[in-house]
């Protein structure tokens, strides 16, 4: 499995301890995976792996958040609190009555 464009220029942005911890878990995960793991070992692969990810997402939100980035923009660039309203819709239940009761 390779990662995706995104996450390869996400990790870019990413430097020091955090991003080497991403790294040798990504590493020692796949390491794992080459021989014939067992549970244990591939639970445990996953959770370090899991966790440094998760550092790394806080890492790049605060950069984000910092650079003045809005964390729910789309990959499209639009806001996403800013979705097009139409007025004339009106969220309404109805009974449909046959008459021949």
């Known amino acids: 499995m390779t990662p995706s464009p995104t996450s390869r220029i996400e990790i870019s942005k990413v430097q020091g301890s955090e ?8 590493a ?10 067992s549970v244990a070992e591939l639970k445990a692969a996953q959770e370090k792996l899991t966790t440094s990810s998760h550092k790394m997402a806080e890492v790049l939100y605060k ?4 650079a003045g980035a809005n ?4 990959q499209a660039g639009e806001p996403a609190a ?4 139409d ?3 009106i969220d309404a239940e109805y009974v449909d009555v046959d008459e021949k009761k």
């Open 87 to 89: 007025e004339g819709v």
């Open 82 to 85: 800013e979705a097009k309203k």
């Open 19 to 26: 991003r080497s911890e991403v790294e040798t878990a990504l």
């Open 63 to 66: 950069a984000n958040a910092a």
């Open 28 to 37: 020692d995960a796949r390491k794992t995976l080459e021989g014939t793991p």
């Open 71 to 74: 964390p729910a923009e789309s």
